[in-house]
Nanobody, 118 residues
């Protein structure tokens, strides 16, 4: 079991930027596939971005070209840099991580709220 703790959410104006962080417990972070998901009001949870333990990166279509996922293994942390934010990016953002396939990992953070509004 890996404990994941997100931080960095908040209120930002449209067009603004925000960086989310997810810190993982333990000593196996470099072996984990990591990802960011989000769930907006009245919407299903969706994948935002994922980064494997070997650095392969994928993005959900709505955020391509605007968001960047990265990881710092010595700090046990994965980041989500969000630029050109839109009101439709408003959601609770969750971190997820696991040794196997990300889609089957039970390890979730508690979530951090991102609100894009003027």
């Amino acid at each position: 079991q890996v404990e994941l703790v997100e931080s960095g959410g908040g209120l930002v104006q449209p067009g603004g930027s925000l960086t989310l962080s997810c810190a993982a417990s333990g000593s196996i972070f470099s072996l984990l596939n990591m990802g960011w998901y989000r769930q907006g009001p009245g919407k299903q949870r969706e994948l935002v971005a994922a980064i494997t333990r070997i650095g392969r990166i994928d993005y959900g279509d709505p955020v391509k070209g605007r968001f960047t996922i990265s990881r710092d293994n010595p700090k046990n942390t994965v980041y989500l840099q969000m630029n050109s934010l839109k009101p439709e990016d408003t959601a609770v953002y969750y971190c997820r991580g696991g040794i196997g396939e990300l889609v089957s990992s039970p390890n979730w953070g508690q979530g951090t709220q991102v609100t894009v509004s003027s």
